[in-house]
């Protein structure tokens, strides 16, 4: 007895994620979406906010229990110091508020715009420029309305700064770790997979 042929379903091509219809040619990592998403935003404006609140919070304690120019405490060679400056770190640009608020404003719209465009391509980006951003926008916050900012932090050996600067300086540095490390961890074109021994 002869059975009927039995006929056969046309084939669907296998095609996976992370490669291309003829499975050989790999998807651009520039294909994958890295610009902000929504729990990005979230994160970036819960650090930025926290660290925003943090350093009004120490400038308004300072500003409202010392005199300018007195001493309240002093660990080792850290003292707590009430000063105001008008330029930026250091002292820098000192009586140029409106160049350093201009400056400053330009600084923070360009990372907002960075973060926009790269938010998903390293985990630490809501926090480093989460922190960059609050320290950045407390301390344009004090040049626009008091036309200086309060620092409190002063080392016998360093310029006097707060929260802000500090905010700033580790965002920075976590925002260079993060490029470092990714750098590292990306694989090389033309690479070559080591045969084993």
């Given at each position: 007895?002869?059975?009927?042929?039995?006929?056969?379903?046309p084939?669907?091509?296998?095609i996976?994620?992370?490669?291309?219809?003829?499975?050989?040619?790999?998807?651009?990592?520039?294909e994958?979406?890295?610009?902000?998403?929504?729990?990005?935003?979230?994160?970036?404006?819960?650090?930025?906010?926290?660290?925003?609140?943090?350093?009004?919070?120490?400038?308004?304690?300072?500003?409202?229990?010392?005199?300018?120019?007195?001493?309240?405490?002093?660990?080792?060679?850290?003292?707590?110091?009430?000063?105001q400056?008008?330029?930026?770190?250091?002292?820098?640009?000192?009586?140029?508020?409106?160049?350093?608020?201009?400056?400053?404003?330009?600084?923070?719209?360009?990372?907002?715009?960075?973060?926009?465009?790269?938010?998903?391509?390293?985990?630490?980006?809501?926090?480093?420029?989460g922190?960059?951003?609050?320290?950045?926008?407390?301390?344009?916050?004090?040049?626009?309305?008091?036309?200086?900012?309060?620092?409190?932090?002063?080392f016998?050996?360093?310029?006097?700064?707060?929260?802000?600067?500090?905010?700033?300086?580790?965002?920075?540095?976590?925002?260079?770790?993060?490029?470092?490390?990714?750098?590292?961890?990306?694989?090389?074109?033309?690479?070559?997979?080591?045969?084993?021994?």
């Amino acid at each position: 007895m002869i059975e009927p042929a039995r006929s056969e379903p046309p084939r669907v091509p296998d095609i996976r994620v992370g490669s291309a219809t003829n499975a050989l040619q790999p998807i651009s990592s520039a294909e994958r979406p890295l610009g902000a998403g929504l729990p990005q935003w979230a994160s970036l404006l819960v650090v930025a906010a926290t660290a925003g609140a943090a350093d009004q919070l120490t400038k308004w304690t300072v500003s409202s229990r010392l005199g300018l120019g007195d001493t309240a405490t002093t660990i080792g060679p850290l003292s707590i110091r009430y000063v105001q400056n008008s330029g930026i770190a250091f002292g820098l640009f000192a009586g140029s508020t409106s160049a350093v608020i201009v400056l400053t404003a330009v600084a923070v719209a360009a990372m907002l715009v960075f973060f926009a465009r790269a938010a998903q391509s390293h985990p630490l980006l809501p926090v480093s420029l989460g922190l960059a951003i609050g320290g950045s926008v407390s301390n344009l916050v004090d040049r626009v309305r008091l036309g200086h900012v309060t620092d409190f932090l002063d080392f016998a050996y360093w310029p006097a700064f707060n929260l802000a600067d500090t905010f700033i300086v580790v965002g920075v540095g976590l925002l260079f770790a993060s490029f470092v490390a990714a750098d590292r961890t990306s694989p090389r074109v033309g690479a070559a997979p080591l045969s084993r021994l």
